[in-house]
């Protein structure tokens, strides 16, 4: 499962907090609501504390989301490392 929440950010950029495992069927969910937060106009960070998993159609999202400038933060270690091991993240903060 994986839990999706604006959260009120203090700038312009809209700040999503995922919480869960982002795979199948989750993934398109996590890319619609991007999709919609992208389509503001401002930027958009997501705050993925919560995230404990992330498969391969994820991956892909994050690596298509980073394209975009969309700001990953609070990974955990076995997260940074799924995400470096796929190339899908230039930095992570």
Known sequence: MLNIGLVASPDQAVSL???GQIRDPWVEELRRSCTQALATGHG??????GVSFIDRCGVALLRCLSDHNVIVLHCSPFVVEQLKGEGALR???
């Open 17 to 19: 907090r995922l919480d």
């Open 44 to 49: 958009l960070i997501l705050d993925m504390t």
């Open 91 to 93: 930095a992570i903060p």
